[in-house]
């Protein structure tokens, strides 16, 4: 059950890549990927040692929903944020996230739902922090620092949008996107309502900006950045799937 923990830290397995139209996909959206195109199952020995171990993360995560405003209510971002959940094992990990929607469902028209004392609410992001830091520029982690941001457009393929949010969520609390250290939480956001721009954006947030980066130069942040977009690009077999979902726009919190 572990095996997609470690999937990031595969590079240049194969140098073709992977043209973006061709799956399977990292997907648990049965629709989008078959179970079993997802790798083989384990035999009974091995499965039975994966049910007894249950191997510590480096971190403990939490994961947080903003929920959606009324109209006649204009609350502070920092109201809607709304914690659920911290994890801090892989077994912890698996038990939450294999009972989170994919983002691909969000483009057949349907909403992340919170239900709760019988009122629905609808969910706008999902934030995954380390435990302790806010989803929030002014944390003390986050207000040096600044994000890497995806804008996915509903035309791409379902599951190339599924791989991207998996690969990030798998990499960010395995480590696998180097310098861990740097890494402070990921965000889904769902702006597929805006009738002029309809997209999801996924953000990557990281704790430290460096002038060298800023500038044009490579920095820590030059690095990471690196690190990162060569863990979103791998498929399945360990291959470097083929860019189409555009570039990687960098947002300095700090207003710099």
């Known amino acids: 059950m572990d095996r997609n923990l470690e999937r990031g830290n595969s590079k240049g397995l194969f140098s073709k890549e992977i043209p ?7 997907s648990l ?5 078959d179970r079993k195109e997802l790798g083989p199952e384990p035999s009974a020995d091995v499965y039975s040692k994966m049910k007894m171990a249950d191997p510590k993360l480096s971190a403990s995560w939490t994961i ?6 009324s109209k006649d209510r204009k609350g502070e971002y920092s109201d809607a944020m709304k914690q659920t959940v911290t994890f801090g094992t892989v077994k912890e990990f698996w038990a939450c996230w294999n009972h989170i929607p994919q983002p691909s469902v969000l483009l057949n028209g349907k ?31 986050n207000a040096n620092g600044g994000h890497f941001q995806l804008t996915l457009k509903p035309q791409l393929p379902a599951g190339i949008i599924d791989e991207l949010w998996n690969n990030i969520v798998l990499g960010m609390v395995a480590d696998a996107i180097e310098p861990a250290s740097m890494i402070t939480g990921c965000r889904l956001v769902d702006k597929l309502d805006n009738k002029l721009k309809p997209i999801l954006r996924i953000e990557v947030w ?22 990162f977009e060569r863990c979103i690009r791998l498929g399945l077999d360990g291959r470097e799937r083929k860019v189409c979902w555009g570039r990687t726009d960098l947002k300095p919190h700090n207003g710099k």
């Open 29 to 33: 959206n049965p629709s989008v990927t």
């Open 20 to 26: 973006a139209e061709d799956g399977p996909y990292l």
């Open 64 to 69: 947080w929903e903003q929920h959606k405003q």
């Open 111 to 141: 909403k992340f739902i919170r239900e709760s004392d019988g009122h629905r609410t609808i969910i706008d992001s999902l934030a995954i922090f380390k435990k302790g830091v806010l989803p929030e520029w002014e944390d003390p982690e």
């Open 206 to 227: 990281f704790n430290e900006m460096d002038d060298d980066t800023l500038n044009g130069g490579q920095g820590k942040v030059y690095d990471l950045r690196g690190s």
